[in-house]
Structures are given as structure tokens and as C-alpha cells.
């Protein structure tokens, strides 16, 4: 005879505990005094300049800059002359006159052509040496002694640029003046392919006047 009764569960296993995982070890407490370290390298550092920010202090190195200046001057023209002031306008240029000029041929050399000699160079087929000339006069009309630097411009007929000198005088005593000849020359300053044959008059360009201290 079947038995119908019902098969008893088997008792559920009990649910397995895991156990806690174990905690990691905590680090150790970190040295109070952290561990020394070579010092880094330090850039060179100029030291800084020291300023003076008391008042007037700016003032008084100006005045003192001055004072070396004046004395440095005494000093360099101490027992010579000494310029101290530099004119050049319109008025410095009345206190020169330019007058005449002329083309003129130096034949001197023609005493010593002598083409017997037994050199084979040819004394005689050398060129006479010709040079502009004309006259100046510098007056001194300034206070003291001068010295003078001057610019003649020379042109030809129509007016043109041809080319330039200079004269000048030095240490011209006051109310003295200097005459003198100036003179263009092969070596002169020619406005391009000019020639001293292309000159027809000269005339004053430039007069700078310094006064002397003494």
C-alpha cells in the first residue's frame, strides 16, 4: 500500500558566516621631523642698490654732477686755451669776407726740366700744378679771443655748386683780423666730375666762431 504522506524537507543547511576580511595594517605613524634634503641651489642675486629717498637728495647729486663738470673743465684747460662756447649763425659769417679768385698755373717746376739727365723719366711732360685762389679776411668782432673755422663754397657761372674748402685762424684777438689766401686744389671736395677750370667765384657757406677763455 503506496504511502501518500508528505516527504519531510530535509532541514536547510545553515546559511554559511563569512567572516570579516581582515582590515589592512594601518601605516606607521609618519616621522615627526621630515627627512632632511640636500638644499637646492640658489641663483646668484646681485644685491640691490641702495636709495636715497631722503628729500632733496636728487637735488643735491645734481649739483654736485655740475660742480665735477666745471671742475673737470678747469682742470683738462688748466695753463692752455680752453674753448667754452660755440657760435654758428648768420651773424659769424659777417665777420668774414671772401674777395677775387683766380685760376693759377705754378710753373715752377719748369727749373728743374732737365731731360739730358740719364734717368729715362721725362722731366718735362709733367703738368703745371693749378689751384684756385682767392683772398679772406676774418675779423674778430666778439668780447674775446676766437678761434674760427669757415666754409667757402665755390660755383660756376650759372650759379651752380662746384665744390668746397675751408680757412680758419686761431686765437684772434678781439676787434683783430686775419687775412690770409685760400685756395681750391686738385685734392679739394668736387661736386662730381667738377674741375677747378669749371670755378667762377667762391662765397662764404659756413663761419662757426669759438670763444676762449683765455
Known sequence: MSDNSTPERPDSAPAPNPEPA?????PSTPPSTPPSTPPAPHAFQAPRPTVDRRP???RRTLVLAVIAAVVVAFLAGGGVTWWVLGEEDDDVRDHVEVSGGELVADDSDDAYCDDDDIYSYNDCDTDPDETYEFSYRITNKGD??????VVVNAFDEEGDFVGQTYVGTTHLAAGETDSDEGEFNEYSDF????ELSDIASVKVAHAERIALAN
Open 56 to 58: 632733496g637728495s636728487r
Open 22 to 26: 581582515s582590515s589592512p595594517p594601518l
Open 144 to 149: 674775446g679771443p676766437a678761434n674760427y673755422s
Open 191 to 194: 661736386e662730381g666730375k667738377r
